[in-house]
T-cell receptor, first 117, second 114 residues
Framework: DAGVIQSPRHEVTEMGQEVTLRCKPI?????LFWYRQTMMRGLELLIY????????DSGMPEDRFSAKMPNASFSTLKIQPSEPRDSAVYFC???????????????FGPGTRLTVL | DAKTTQPPSMDCAEGRAANLPCNHS???????VYWYRQIHSQGPQYIIH???NNETNEMASLIITEDRKSSTLILPHATLRDTAVYYC???????????????FGQGTELSVKP
C-alpha cells in the first residue's frame, strides 16, 4: 500500500487566496483525520471523519476552514480566505477500527507545508 | 482524556538502549497508552501501545507500571535514525462512532549521538 497520500507537499500563497489541501487515505480505512502542526501550538487535531461523515470538528479554528470527504478515498481541507497565521504543516491520517477490537493506530501522511504570505 | 508528562529532551549514545519515561497519573481504567514518534519533516509514526501488560514489537518495548500511572518506552539499540520527537498519549478505547482522537503533547526530543 502507498500509505496516506497528501497533495500538494508544499503550497505558497498570498493572503486572501483560497487554499485546498488534498488527502487520499489508506484503502479500507474508515477513519480520516486532519491535523495542523505549528511551533507555537504543536500538533493539534482539526477534524475527523468516520465513514465519510464528520464526527468531531471542534478543532477547526474558524469558519474560514472547511473539510469534506465526498467518498472513502478522498478528502479536502479548504481555507478561504487564507491568512498568514494559517501557515503550518497540515497532516492527514487514516485508521481502521479493528474487526472485533477496540483500538486503532493512525497512519499519517507526509504533510503539506503551507506558507501564506 | 488523561494528560501525560514527558521530559522535553534526552540524549542517548548510539547502540545503547534509550529509555523514555512518561507519567500519566490520572489515567483511567479503559485508557490505553500509545507511543508515536515524529522524525524531522515527516508525519508522526505509530510505535506501540498497551493497556496493562508490557508489550514488545519489532520497534520497541513498552513497560507499564502496575498502577498504570507511568510507562517507559524502550528502544533496545538506538540508532541515529531514531532521533525524533517521541509522544506518549493516553486515550480511551475507540468506541464505535466515537473516540479516535489523539491528543499530542510536546513530547520528548530524543537525540541519538554517535
Amino acid at each position: 500500500d502507498a500509505g496516506v497520500i497528501q497533495s500538494p507537499r508544499h503550497e505558497v500563497t498570498e493572503m486572501g487566496q483560497e487554499v485546498t489541501l488534498r488527502c487520499k487515505p489508506i484503502s479500507g480505512h474508515d477513519y480520516l483525520f486532519w491535523y495542523r502542526q505549528t511551533m507555537m501550538r504543536g500538533l493539534e487535531l482539526l477534524i475527523y471523519f468516520n465513514n465519510n461523515v464528520p464526527i468531531d470538528d471542534s478543532g477547526m479554528p474558524e469558519d474560514r476552514f472547511s473539510a469534506k470527504m465526498p467518498n472513502a478515498s478522498f478528502s479536502t481541507l479548504k481555507i478561504q480566505p487564507s491568512e498568514p497565521r494559517d501557515s503550518a504543516v497540515y497532516f492527514c491520517a487514516s485508521s481502521s477500527r479493528l474487526a472485533g477490537g477496540s483500538t486503532d493506530t493512525q497512519y499519517f501522511g507526509p504533510g503539506t507545508r503551507l506558507t501564506v504570505l | 482524556d488523561a494528560k501525560t508528562t514527558q521530559p522535553p529532551s534526552m540524549d542517548c549514545a548510539e547502540g545503547r538502549a534509550a529509555n523514555l519515561p512518561c507519567n500519566h497519573s490520572t489515567i483511567s481504567g479503559n485508557e490505553y497508552v500509545y507511543w508515536y514518534r515524529q522524525i524531522h519533516s515527516q508525519g508522526p509514526q505509530y510505535i506501540i501501545h498497551g493497556l496493562k501488560n508490557n508489550e514488545t514489537n519489532e520497534m520497541a518495548s513498552l513497560i507499564i507500571t502496575e498502577d498504570r500511572k507511568s510507562s517507559t518506552l524502550i528502544l533496545p539499540h538506538a540508532t541515529l535514525r531514531d532521533t525524533a520527537v517521541y509522544y506518549c498519549i493516553v486515550r480511551p478505547n475507540m468506541i464505535y462512532n466515537q473516540g479516535g482522537k489523539l491528543i499530542f503533547g510536546q513530547g520528548t526530543e530524543l537525540s541519538v549521538k554517535p
